[in-house]
């Protein structure tokens, strides 16, 4: 089992950047493929990008593509979501998910973090 704690949310204006980071409990983070999602109020929750195990590979959301930038420490136990040019439609709570599969942009992960609040301002 994996506990994840997400933290770097907070309030920007639009066009400004935020890193989020998620840290993972356990000696085995290099075995998680790890995922971010964020959920606005009254809709459900999209997944924002995702990252393979060792971070060869990458996914992202049409949305962010280009924006965001996913990453991850494994010496760290650390995954990271840099995000920069935010707009207002970013507003959301972002969690992290952890899942031993390969489950690209789904959303099938078997452990999720408490959220962080990312709010941008117009």
């Known amino acids: 089992q994996v506990q994840l704690v997400e933290s770097g949310g907070g309030l920007v204006q639009a066009g400004g950047s935020l890193r989020l980071s998620c840290a993972a409990s356990?000696?085995?983070?290099?075995?998680?493929?790890m995922g971010w999602f964020r959920q606005a109020p009254g809709k459900e929750r999209e997944s924002v990008a995702a990252i393979s195990w060792s971070g060869g590979s990458t996914y992202y959301v049409v949305s962010v593509k280009g924006r965001f930038t996913i990453s991850r420490d494994n010496a760290k136990n650390t995954v990271y979501l840099q995000m920069n040019s935010l707009k207002p439609e970013d507003t959301a709570v972002y969690y992290c998910g952890a899942t031993r599969r390969n489950v690209g942009l789904g959303s099938t992960y078997d452990y999720w973090g408490q959220g962080t609040q990312v709010t941008v301002s117009s």
């Open positions: 356990g000696r085995t983070f290099s075995s998680y493929f």
